[in-house]
């Protein structure tokens, strides 16, 4: 009837747990959480979290957020750090402050922000500039 299989706990203690704000819930205050966000309410305050963050239609995040992706179809207002990527969807209304490592956005969204892509950035004629300056050498 139980099983005392360390398979079935390992898997238990494995799972990451899952933070939800309900749909008519207002939360005013900072959280800390290695587990995932599902925002259906609006919270006001400071979210850290290891985990990802999915804002619903009805959700709205008024403050900071520091994590590592996070999907939006619902508000934010403030300043917004990712460490991974930022997906919009068509209802998603940003507005502040965004570092993000990847974005996505789908037509349709607001997305007035001051924003700054981290990551590695290429140099694209890197080559073409090199033969450049070895022709104005030999002319």
């Known amino acids: 009837m139980f099983s005392d299989n360390k398979k079935d706990k390992q898997k238990t203690e494995g799972t990451s747990s899952?933070?939800?704000?309900?749909?008519?819930?207002?939360?005013?205050?900072?959280?800390?959480?290695?587990?995932?966000?599902r925002i259906d309410g609006i919270i006001e305050g400071n979210i850290k979290t290891t985990g990802k963050v999915v804002v619903g239609k009805a959700g709205f995040i008024k403050g900071t957020l520091q994590g590592t992706d996070a999907y939006f179809e619902g508000k934010f207002s403030g300043k917004l750090s990712l460490s991974g990527t930022l997906t919009l969807k068509t209802a998603a209304h940003i507005e502040g402050e965004v570092v993000v490592g990847k974005l996505a956005v789908e037509p349709g969204a607001t997305f007035n922000v001051a924003?700054?892509?981290?990551?590695?950035?290429?140099?694209?004629?890197?080559?073409?500039?090199?033969?450049?300056?070895?022709?104005?050498?030999?002319?």
């Open 18 to 37: 899952q933070n939800i704000i309900s749909k008519g819930t207002k939360i005013v205050g900072d959280f800390n959480s290695e587990g995932d966000f």
């Open 115 to 139: 924003c700054v892509m981290k990551g590695t950035v290429k140099e694209m004629n890197k080559g073409g500039q090199q033969r450049q300056s070895e022709t104005e050498k030999t002319a």
